[in-house]
C-alpha cells in the first residue's frame, strides 16, 4: 500500500497563477483532508471532505477550493495564488468521523509563490 | 488565544536521557488527544492516541493526560538518535469536529 500520495513534491508559482495539489488514498478511508504548515502557526485545516460528495471548510478557506473526485482522491485549487500562500500543503486521511480517528498524511508539496 | 499551545524548543538532550514534551489547551470540550512525530521534510506519523484522561504507554513512550489542567503530555525514556524530530501534539472535541495541532517542538538526541 501507498498510503496517502501527494503530486507534485515541489512547486514555484508567479503571483496570480493557479495550480491544482493532487492527492490520493488507497487505504478505503472515507474522510479526508487538507492542511497548510507555516513555521511558528502549525498546521491549519483549509478544507475537508468528511465523505464523498461533501465537503466542509476548515479553519483557513479563503483563496482555496476542493474537489472530493471519488472516495480515493481529494484535490486542492488555488486559483490566483499569492505570496501569502507560500507554505507546506499535507494531505490526510481517515478511516471516518473526522474529530475522532487516527489521520495518516502524505508526505507534502512544498509551494512558494514569487 | 490560540486553541492549542506548544513550546517550539529546540530542545537538545544526550542520548538516554528521559524527554518530556507538553501541551496545553484552552478548550474544555476537548476529548481526543494524539502526539505525532514529524521528520525533516516528511509528513506527520501517528505515535500515540488518548481518549479523555489518564496515561497509556507504548514501549519508550508515555502520552499523559490531565484534562482538569488542560495539559497534556509524552515523555520518552532511553532517548536516541533517531527520536530526533518534531513532535506535534493535537486534540479534538469529537466527532464532526476537527483537530486542532500545536505548533510542534523540534527535538535533538544528540549520541
Known amino acids: 500500500n501507498a498510503g496517502v500520495t501527494q503530486t507534485p513534491k515541489f512547486q514555484v508559482l508567479k503571483t496570480g497563477q493557479s495550480m491544482t495539489l493532487q492527492c490520493a488514498q488507497d487505504m478505503n478511508h472515507n474522510s479526508m483532508y487538507w492542511y497548510r504548515q507555516d513555521p511558528g502557526m502549525g498546521l491549519r485545516l483549509i478544507y475537508y471532505?468528511?465523505?464523498?460528495?461533501?465537503?466542509d471548510k476548515g479553519e483557513v478557506p479563503n483563496g482555496y477550493n476542493v474537489s472530493r473526485l471519488n472516495k480515493r482522491e481529494f484535490s486542492l485549487r488555488l486559483e490566483s495564488a499569492a505570496p501569502s500562500q507560500t507554505s507546506v500543503y499535507f494531505c490526510?486521511?481517515?478511516?471516518?468521523?473526522?474529530?475522532?480517528?487516527?489521520?495518516?498524511f502524505g508526505p507534502g508539496t512544498r509551494l512558494t509563490v514569487l | 488565544q490560540k486553541e492549542v499551545e506548544q513550546d517550539p524548543g529546540p530542545l537538545s538532550v544526550p542520548e538516554g536521557a528521559i524527554v518530556s514534551l507538553n501541551c496545553t489547551y484552552s478548550?474544555?470540550?476537548?476529548?481526543?488527544f494524539m502526539w505525532y512525530r514529524q521528520y525533516s521534510r516528511k509528513g506527520p506519523e501517528l505515535l500515540m492516541y488518548t481518549y479523555s484522561s489518564g496515561n497509556k504507554e507504548d514501549g519508550r513512550f508515555t502520552a499523559q493526560v490531565d484534562k482538569s489542567s488542560k495539559y497534556i503530555s509524552l515523555f520518552i525514556r532511553d532517548s536516541q538518535p533517531s527520536d530526533s524530530a518534531t513532535y506535534l501534539c493535537a486534540m479534538s472535541a469529537g466527532t464532526g469536529n476537527q483537530f486542532y495541532f500545536g505548533t510542534g517542538t523540534s527535538l535533538t538526541v544528540i549520541p
Open positions: 490526510a486521511s481517515s478511516f471516518s468521523a473526522i474529530g475522532t480517528n487516527e489521520q495518516f
Open positions: 478548550n474544555s470540550a476537548f476529548q481526543y
Open positions: 471532505s468528511a465523505s464523498e460528495g461533501t465537503t
